[in-house]
C-alpha cells in the first residue's frame, strides 16, 4: 500500500507543478497574457467572451497555451 500511496502523493505534485507553471497564450488579435494556468484560462475566457463574443472551454484554452520556460518566466518576475 506504501507504494501506492507514494505514487499518489507524486502525481498529485506533478499536477499542482503544472498547474503553477507559467503558460502563455496570444490571440490573433495581438492580445497576449502571461500567468499560471488558472489565470491563463481565466484571462483567456474573459478576453474571448468580451472582446470576441466567443465561449472557450478549460481545455481549449489549455490546447493553445504554450509554457513559459523557467528562466524567461524568472526574468519577468512571475516564476520561481
Known amino acids: ?7 499518489s502523493v507524486r502525481g498529485a505534485q506533478t499536477r499542482a ?10 490571440c490573433l488579435c495581438g ?24 465561449e472557450s472551454t478549460r481545455e481549449e484554452v489549455l490546447a493553445l497555451a504554450v509554457n513559459v520556460p523557467a528562466a524567461q518566466a524568472r526574468a519577468d518576475g512571475r516564476g520561481a
Not at 507543478?17 to 496570444?26: D, F, H
Not at 494556468?37 to 470576441?52: P, T
Open 17 to 26: 507543478e503544472r498547474r503553477s507553471a507559467m503558460k502563455e497564450a496570444t
Open 31 to 54: 492580445w497576449q497574457v502571461r500567468g499560471t494556468e488558472d489565470e491563463v484560462v481565466a484571462q483567456v475566457q474573459a478576453h474571448g467572451r468580451d472582446v470576441h463574443g466567443i
Open 1 to 7: 500500500m506504501g507504494a501506492l500511496y507514494e505514487k
